[in-house]
């Protein structure tokens, strides 16, 4: 995608005649969403957001407006609510901020593809999209078969009066396919996911009809299986749930803002302290978490946050102790504590907040079988479909779609409705096994914040064993 | 310039471009085309606060608009912000629609696209008295000198309006605020939302002097509450989290007929809920517009569940069409949009009393179906929550998880509903900020499940 050109010299000039510091950023995202159900096309959207943010430092405070009049006249009016706004509230800030926060950058980024997703025709998604319904269709009992395919191509430039000038181009992709198996009042569904930093070269038919065939089959399996049984047992999770419970019990406590009390009105506080960091026994000695902006085809991978500082990897855990927290260089500077780049917004219309981008649990040395062979008495869970945790994100209960009965180190039937529930510094101190081989999973829909914002996130894990949790299952 | 004389040009600048547009796009239709056109737009300011200081301030004008094409059996949607400018607007609302006809050219059927109708022609206009956004902090923080509150006030114009080629013409705008705060004592807190079209100092500062009640009973020695059944009364806002549930699935016949909806045996009267739970759509409430994307129109009031059984589930034309059932206005996600739940019998000075021993919950969080074959939920407990033992307040309790079937927690273990209701508007900001809201009154349960 083409960045346009915009006059963000003159408009940040003019500001500059009220102000201590300027920016604008610029983005523009083109959003289309495609879905085929039961052989039938449901839904072919697009959407396409464009604007500037134009920001301010007056009187220590970073203020914002947002405008999608881009000539230099929008600019300026936007420029002009941001100064007058930010000129009222500067006198109650949270912090004395400095351009410091604001360090000049200048770069470029772009997503690993081997095909822009602009060179993709309708015509080859819907293909690939109706060749996944109809390979779902292995019986009445599949009630929905649904295939849905999310392009995003975003463009982010970010231009500061004190020289940042950076350029990221974006191609996203998030690929989804369910089948629903239904009978009488029971039903159960199996879901396919896909996500991450990918061009068109992912639309490969063969790769969508072998996962819809599978998890077709597996609807039917979880229609006729026993539920999940209740009771302490040892738990394997398998990287499309770890990445759930890494997001929600790693991610989210960790993020400096929420320590500081920004979003307790709102997502919650932590319960992990300023105090915390370099101390705290997060997990067993098996637990290496990395904020890693750097891995090709990850969802959230960059050069640079929306506030100009340049994204390096970071480890957050060494070895279970914790070390570092999600914080922006405002968090930094409130906080006293190391963090991160991930000073991030969602649109053109929202000002940056502490975001997660890619969390990542470090592969260790076992095999699958491995783990599986540790386990005398278990149970293992592919794809989460329940998620909820406190406010200070202590108390979690995840459901999975997919269950598999682990006995005498062997992998054996099936179970639905798997659910696990403990508490997050007690669950990640019974980690007792980490897997070599990593997936890279991520989501789209992160939400945070006030006004809030859905951003997107990414999380690779290998899978990994949890001895003695509390694992049930559903009540049909 | 005024902060009130600008809004009152937003809402005048927005329907004129959107006229102006809209008559243009109209008029390039090709005999086999028929289009549906929907602007969102709002002038709004979002102030952040923490420990009662601002922690970010955002102004945000934005104008989106929604073309729907429908030609030769085949629908495509395609939408953009613009910029207001029609000059500028105009050819990219063009291309819009060249590139809706491109794609028409190479989808399959559309089986289940809905043909355009005119579903009539409805207009409101909702205008408030706002602070200037150079005067809303002072508003907030003075009487709150002392709190540490955090929250988020959000005020200004939002506008929704629709048209098609039939000749269909909606179009309502609002004018409103809303100041979604808690106030916190250490880790203690309590929750309040102030809302309205016109900002009264004296309306805060005894909204907030509620709040500060509640927060002042945290201070009571706190419970070590075990897993396990208790009598439970949800609080109004607490119970709306609750019946938010609803809005994911259960009311949709798109859910229930994908095997998706956790009230499947709800909805082929396998099981009823408690005879005291009735639930209307009240678009009288006036808190969001009665049109859908398509311009269709929901009745005035819609009974969803009425003592307990089914009336109808909400039922989009698309669904209608595709199953052969018969459509009711609901929009396209098939969630309530202004739920209205009827009051009980029980009084708020007899809640305690009616209580006994039990939880007294003032704020539920993070929602999610633990088993949607049961209807079955779980959450956590957050804000202002205690333990009541003989009808007395004993203490806050820490917060608490709990997983419960909407069958049992709406059906035989529903004992009483309050006489008075809150109306709870929307606060959602994602992407815009959001229309609509409930109304509900507390709801008192026993044997709610509590689990770690
Ligand atoms: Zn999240």
Redesign the interface.
């Known amino acids: 995608m083409l960045s346009i050109s915009i006059p963000h010299e003159q408009a940040l000039q003019r500001a500059l005649q009220f102000t201590d510091w300027a920016a604008i950023r610029y983005s523009s995202e083109t959003t289309t969403h495609r879905m085929v159900r039961n052989d039938?096309?449901?839904?072919?959207?697009?959407?396409?957001?464009?604007?500037a943010m134009c920001e301010v430092l007056v009187g220590g405070?970073?203020?914002?407006?947002?405008?999608?009049?881009?000539?230099l006249s929008?600019l300026q009016r936007?420029f002009d609510?941001?100064i007058?706004?930010?000129?009222?509230?500067?006198a109650?800030?949270?912090h004395a901020f400095t351009p410091d926060q604001r360090p000049r950058a200048t770069g470029t980024y772009c997503s690993a593809r081997d095909r822009d997703l602009d060179a993709l025709?309708?015509?080859e998604i819907?293909d690939c999209l109706?060749a996944a319904s109809q390979a779902m269709r292995l019986s009445d009992l599949l009630?929905?078969r649904s295939a849905r395919a999310m392009l995003v191509q975003t463009q982010i430039d970010y231009f500061s009066s004190n020289g940042s000038e950076t350029r990221q181009s974006f191609n996203m992709l998030d690929i989804t396919l369910a089948a629903?198996?239904?009978e009488g009042?029971?039903?159960q569904?199996r879901s396919w996911s896909y996500t991450g930093q990918f061009g068109g070269e992912a639309f490969d038919r063969a790769i969508f009809q072998e996962n819809a065939e599978r998890i077709a089959r597996e609807a039917l399996d979880l229609l006729r299986a026993d539920n999940c049984p209740s009771g302490r047992m040892d738990l394997v999770l398998m990287p499309d749930q770890m990445m759930l419970q890494i997001h929600e019990s790693i991610g989210h406590p960790l993020e400096l803002d929420r320590i500081?009390?920004?979003e307790?009105?709102?997502a919650?506080?932590s319960f992990v302290k300023q105090e915390d960091f370099g101390h705290l026994q997060y997990g067993s000695p098996l637990m290496n978490v990395s904020f890693d902006p750097g891995r090709a085809h990850e969802l959230a991978s960059y050069d640079f946050d929306d506030g100009g500082n340049r994204a390096t990897r970071e480890m957050l855990i060494e070895y279970g102790v914790l070390k570092r927290g999600l914080g922006s260089l405002e968090s930094q500077v409130r906080s006293g504590l190391p963090g991160v780049a991930n000073f991030r917004s969602a649109?053109?219309?929202?000002?940056p907040?502490d975001r997660m981008a890619n969390i990542n649990l470090e592969p260790g040395t076992s095999s699958l079988d491995e783990l599986i062979g540790q386990v005398e008495h278990g149970v293992l869970m592919r794809t989460n479909r329940?998620?909820?945790?406190?406010?200070?994100r202590?108390?979690f209960?995840f459901?999975c779609e997919y269950g598999q009965l682990i006995e005498n180190g062997v992998l054996g039937k099936v179970v639905r409705?798997p659910?696990y529930?403990g508490?997050t510094v007690d669950f990640w101190n019974r980690l007792d096994g980490v897997g070599r081989a990593a997936e890279t999973h991520g989501t789209a829909f992160c939400?945070k914040g006030?006004?809030?914002?859905?951003i997107r996130v990414g999380h690779a894990s290998p899978p990994c064993l949890f001895r003695d949790v509390?694992v049930f299952g559903?009540?049909? | 310039m005024s902060a009130a004389i600008r809004r009152e040009d937003f809402i005048d600048r927005v329907r004129e471009h959107f006229n102006t547009l809209s008559s243009y796009l109209l008029s390039q239709l090709n005999v086999d085309e028929e289009l549906t056109i929907n602007v969102a737009a709002e002038e709004?300011?979002?102030?952040?606060f923490?420990?009662n200081?601002?922690?970010?301030?955002?102004?945000?004008?934005?104008?989106?608009i929604?073309v729907r094409l429908q030609s030769k059996g085949?629908?495509?949607?395609?939408?953009?912000?613009?910029?207001?400018?029609a000059e500028?607007d105009r050819p990219a609302l063009m291309h819009l629609l060249a590139?809706c006809r491109?794609?028409v050219a190479?989808?399959?059927?559309?089986?289940?696209q809905v043909s355009i109708e005119n579903n009539g022609t409805s207009s409101e206009e909702f205008r408030g008295t706002l602070l200037a956004?150079?005067?809303?902090?002072?508003a907030v923080?003075s009487p709150a000198a002392g709190c540490d509150l955090?929250?988020?006030y959000?005020g200004g114009i939002v506008i929704r309006g629709n048209c098609n080629s039939k000749g269909q013409r909606h179009w309502f705008a609002t004018e409103t605020f809303f100041l979604?705060?808690?106030i916190?004592n250490g880790?203690q807190?309590a929750?309040g939302c102030y809302a309205g079209a016109r900002w009264s100092s004296a309306e805060w500062k005894s909204n907030l002097g509620r709040t500060q009640t509640l927060l002042a009973l945290l201070a009571k020695p706190q419970q070590d509450v075990k897993p396990g059944a208790y009598r439970t009364y949800l609080a109004p806002r607490a119970f709306a989290d609750l019946l938010g549930m609803l809005g994911w699935g259960a009311l949709s016949a798109a859910a229930w007929?994908?095997?998706?909806s956790p009230f499947?045996?709800l909805a082929?009267n396998?099981t009823r809920l408690s005879p005291l739970l009735s639930i209307d759509e009240n678009f009288a409430l006036g808190l969001t517009p009665r049109f859908n994307d398509l311009g269709e129109m929901s009745a005035t009031r819609l009974p969803l569940i009425e003592e307990g059984a089914l009336k109808t589930l909400l039922v989009s034309s698309r669904t209608a069409k595709e199953y052969d059932l018969g459509a009711n206005g609901a929009s396209e996600g098939e969630g309530p949009r202004a739920m209205d739940v009827k009051t009980g019998a029980l009084a708020e000075a007899d809640v305690l009393q009616a209580l006994g021993t039990g939880l007294y919950l003032s704020n539920l969080?993070?929602?999610?179906?633990?088993?949607?074959?049961?209807a079955?939920v779980?959450?956590?407990t957050?804000y202002a929550c205690f333990w009541v033992e003989g009808g007395e307040i004993v203490g806050p309790i820490r917060?608490?998880?709990w997983?419960e079937?909407l069958y049992s927690a709406l059906g035989s273990k529903l004992m009483a509903l309050t006489t008075h209701a809150e109306i709870d508007p929307a606060v959602?900001?994602?992407?815009r900020?959001a229309l609509g809201g409930s109304r509900t009154p507390g709801a008192l349960i026993d044997d709610f499940s509590f689990?770690?």
């Open positions: 039938r096309p449901e839904s072919n959207e697009s959407s396409l957001e464009e604007g405070h970073f203020g914002y407006a947002a405008t999608a009049d881009l000539s929008g936007a609510r941001a007058a706004t930010t000129r009222a509230t500067s109650h800030k949270v025709s309708v015509a819907t109706m009630v929905n629903t198996a239904a009042l029971e039903s569904t500081l009390g920004d307790r009105n709102y919650g506080w649109s053109w219309n929202r000002a907040i329940s998620w909820s945790i406190d406010d200070y202590n108390k209960q459901g409705n659910n529930r508490v939400g006030e006004p809030s914002q859905i509390e559903g009540l049909s | 709004s300011l979002f102030v952040r923490n420990s200081r601002v922690r970010q301030n955002t102004d945000v004008e934005q104008i989106g929604s085949r629908t495509v949607e395609k939408s953009r912000s613009l910029g207001g400018n500028a590139q491109d794609e190479v989808l399959p059927l559309d089986p289940n956004a150079e005067d809303v902090v002072g923080v955090a929250g988020l959000a979604d705060y808690s916190y880790p807190a929750k007929k994908q095997g998706r499947k045996k082929e396998e969080h993070y929602l999610n179906w633990s088993d949607p074959v049961s079955r779980t959450g956590m957050r917060d608490l998880r997983d079937s959602d900001t994602y992407y900020r689990t770690l």
